[in-house]
């Protein structure tokens, strides 16, 4: 139902939302009046509350209300010509313009049934995105899960040893794996990793043992490129045949080696031809052993582990400053003129006589040239004498007091190291010393007032031979193994403040001396046969030198008092502690004194 507004350009529009089928009255002011809930409706499609529209009803004229019984008639039959004059006026309104009330209402419709629409459409796009997340994780996951299964099954493949045909003959050595050709995958990013290259030679790199990296990729020094420089030199020469020449002096077989110019640039000592070696060439160390062992050897070191104590005095040398031992690692080197035995060189020449005849057979080897042996290798030092050559000299012929002051600071250096390392085996004739002397420049034709050209002489140490150092326990038995620099002049003049300064803050630090075992244990560890508890000990008896030193340094003692001091040795524990949830390893120093003594103290 409708009636007319009081502004002429709208038209209000009743309608009960409940229920349809009430009785709908028109009243004179332009409302009306239902047993149901009113909606009022104006032609913007502004819709009005049903509880206001009832109040308006309920508080308008209405002139069927029992309380207007008092009003006379003229004044009804008045209301009564208004209200037929405004009912008509209504229905003709009503009539004109039915086709647009109509029109609104269904376009209000149509505007609900979007807005609900999209809101509909809204919330199915948003199922459906976090339905398509989830398929796409899953997806995800299933393609991992089959790219992890094809990559098991290509390396169950690959690793699947091939059968041999029983019909073709098969030749195989003692001790010899045979290496089978795989299969490459350019294409696929978890393909295999494909055998090491062929060496220049035409042979695959050798390999130490089947589980071990080419010799290659063993002597890789990445933070030593000078090193490193080295042993690339030395391994070119050995291949364009330029081989390591055997040292006659000294009781172990040690090499020098040579580069592609016949020029020294190192010295080689394998492990296995030391002087205690199964293979050492030197025979008169194994009669020493053999028949007379109580007299010859030490049994307060660790057998042939001397290459390790080279590379050990290096690390300490670079530690601490000192700059007299020559720059020393642990290398693999394989040459023909090292000592073998029969049975490696039968084999390797079975080896290159079936590679050449039979090279089918031969590229399966992993190596065809002899096994590489483990071993130091030292920088080769040139200028250099044994120190009893110049000691000799100096005694006859003193050095200038610039000169003397300098070798008194080589001197001193040497003993600090010597006396940290415990070595063994210092003798005047395994440490070296260089002296240039100066060289005048007078010309017969110069005149007398020109001033004579004249060099500064250098006098420089090296201390060679290390590997008789790092005892497990000070020498108590037969021989006292003592340093032989002990009787020279030098050991009786105290520590110069310069050698205090270079050395003494960092032996009292204990974080400093803790490094250094940590260092050394990377090293030795790398030996077969390392034994912990064997290495804490050798470092329990580093720990004391290093204290005895501090001490003797701190008092003003001469290096012969110092070699005089009782031997310490200072133990490190380990202790692990628990407090409630937590553990905490803690470490602990004990420091005892050694009280037995050799029964030779002079050798």
């Excluded at 008639?73 to 309104?93: G, M, P, T």
């Excluded at 940290?420 to 002397?437: A, E, F, M, S, V």
């Excluded at 003003?556 to 390893?585: A, F, Y």
């Amino acid at each position: 139902m409708a009636s007319t507004s009081s502004n002429r350009n709208l038209i209000d529009l009743y309608v009960d939302t409940t229920k349809p089928e009430c009785d709908t009255v028109l009243l004179p002011d332009n409302t009306i009046f239902c047993s149901g809930p009113l909606t009022q409706v104006d032609l913007l499609c502004n819709q009005s509350t049903s509880s206001k529209m009832t109040e308006v009803a309920k508080i308008g004229n209405n002139p069927f209300n029992s309380s207007k019984s008092s009003v006379n008639n003229e004044a009804k039959k008045e209301d009564l010509y208004l209200l037929n004059s405004n009912n008509n006026a209504f229905e003709s309104a009503m009539e004109s313009n039915s086709e647009v009330v109509n029109g609104i209402h269904d376009e209000f419709t149509d505007l609900s049934k979007t807005r609900s629409g999209i809101e509909a459409v809204e919330d199915i796009t948003v199922e459906a995105n976090i339905h398509i997340e989830k398929i796409s994780l899953q997806a995800d996951q299933q393609s991992e899960d089959v790219t992890e299964a094809l990559k098991q099954n290509v390396y169950a493949k690959v690793n699947k040893p091939v059968k041999q045909k029983a019909a073709k003959p098969q030749v195989t050595f003692p001790d010899e794996d045979i290496i089978h050709e795989e299969p490459t995958y350019p294409n696929q990013p978890f393909a295999p990793r494909l055998p090491p290259p062929r060496s220049p030679s035409g042979e695959n790199q050798p390999l130490l043992s089947k589980n071990r990296l080419d010799a290659e990729f063993i002597n890789d020094f990445p933070d030593d490129s000078v090193f490193q420089t080295l042993v690339r030199n030395a391994e070119t020469a050995i291949d364009r045949g330029v081989y390591p020449v055997r040292i006659a002096q000294g009781s172990s077989g040690s090499y020098f080696v040579k580069d592609v110019d016949q020029k020294t640039i190192g010295v080689f000592k394998p492990k296995n031809e030391e002087p205690y070696g199964q293979l050492n060439p030197k025979w008169t160390k194994w009669m020493h052993k053999t028949c007379c062992p109580c007299c010859f050897g030490r049994g307060c070191l660790i057998p042939n582990q001397g290459y390790l104590s080279e590379a050990g005095a290096s690390i300490i040398d670079s530690k601490l400053g000192l700059s007299i031992v020559p720059k020393t690692k642990v290398v693999h080197l394989a040459s023909e003129t090292f000592n073998y035995n029969p049975i490696d060189r039968a084999k390797t020449k079975t080896k290159k006589y079936t590679s050449e005849h039979f090279p089918k057979f031969g590229k399966k080897f992993h190596r065809i040239g002899l096994p590489p042996k483990v071993g130091s290798m030292q920088t080769y030092v040139e200028g250099y004498k044994d120190a009893e050559f110049w000691l000799r000299k100096f005694e006859a012929d003193p050095l200038q007091a610039h000169t003397s002051r300098e070798y008194q600071l080589q001197f001193e250096r040497l003993v600090v190291l010597d006396y940290i390392i415990r070595n063994t085996d210092r003798g005047n004739d395994n440490w070296l010393i260089r002296y240039d002397k100066p060289d005048i420049d007078d010309e017969n034709d110069a005149p007398e007032t020109e001033w004579s050209m004249v060099t500064r002489p250098i006098v420089k140490i090296a201390a060679i031979d290390n590997g008789l150092a790092f005892p497990y326990k000070h020498p108590d038995s037969w021989r006292a193994y003592p340093y032989h620099w002990t009787w020279l002049p030098e050991a009786r003049i105290p520590f110069s403040q310069e050698t205090k300064d270079l050395v003494l803050d960092k032996l009292s630090d204990m974080h400093f001396v803790e490094s250094l075992t940590t260092e050394l244990h990377e090293l030795f560890s790398q030996d077969k046969g390392f034994d912990r508890s064997l290495f804490d000990r050798q470092m329990a008896v580093m720990r004391g030198q290093i204290l005895n030193l501090c001490k003797g340094m701190n008092g003003g003692n001469t290096p012969e008092e110092i070699v005089n001091m009782r031997p310490v040795v200072i133990e490190k524990t380990r202790e692990l502690s628990l407090g409630g949830r937590l553990r905490t390893m803690t470490e602990h120093f004990s420091q005892r004194i050694q009280d037995r003594k050799p029964f030779f103290s002079w050798c």
